[in-house]
């Protein structure tokens, strides 16, 4: 056996294979799409805190699934080998948002179409998936849910309370209440009629309101 027999069939033939170039423009396309899905994340993030490592992430998941996506396609072993690696890993990190798992999805589909070579249906579908996003996500309305806890001294005062934010509001929900000793405490989801906080105010105004507050409500609720 010479030294050219023992790399024949090594990773160095393989090597000769792959084509430099096509292997610059899909990772060029890849990053491309990946800052796109990146700015469309920073424009429809609607949150308090926002994660820069996140956006970052978005980025580098395009980029590694149209690395896999070349390995997997250049070789059928290889790609079964892949299919069973990557089974067995398990992902514990916990997406509060839901639409972060949207960009997640988007991020790893990206890389899988510029990965297999539809450039065109990966560039136009980004496109069309970020106006998509933009048009929606940010599209502001009017009927913002709220959620208006007050703390009250006795029954007399929650009638009047209700019969005001009843006439003051477009819809209204009970929440939650809670009795002791010391009062009351009513938690209600509100509409109300314009973005106005006047009706705090008013309602402070009635006799036994010792305390009113209004919190922007997301639509989740644990009691």
Known sequence: MTFNDIFKSSFL????????????????LSFAIGLFIFFVYKKTFAGVMYSASFGVSIMAMTLITTLIILAV??????????????SIVRFRTAVKE???????????????????????LGIIGSVFIGI???????????????????????D???????????????KNL??????????????????????????????????GVNNAC?????GEYTA
């Open 13 to 28: 033939e393989k090597a000769a294979e792959f084509s430099i170039l096509d292997v610059g423009i899909a990772m060029l």
């Open 73 to 86: 396609t250049s070789n059928i072993i290889l790609s079964l080998g892949m299919v069973g690696a990557l």
């Open 98 to 120: 839901p639409l972060d798992i949207a960009f997640l999805f988007w991020a790893i589909s990206a890389g899988i179409v510029i990965g297999a070579g539809l450039i065109p």
């Open 132 to 154: 998509i996003l933009l048009v929606f996500v940010n599209r502001k309305s009017s009927d913002t849910p709220y959620i208006l806890v007050l703390n009250l001294e006795n």
């Open 156 to 170: 007399k005062a929650e009638d009047d309370c209700i019969e005001m934010i009843r006439a003051k509001t477009k």
């Open 174 to 207: 009970i929440k939650a209440k809670t009795v002791s000793k010391s009062g009351i405490e009513l938690t209600v989801e509100v509409r109300l009629l314009d973005m106005s906080a006047k009706l705090l105010n008013e309602l402070l105004a009635i006799n």
């Open 214 to 218: 209004l919190v922007s409500y997301n």
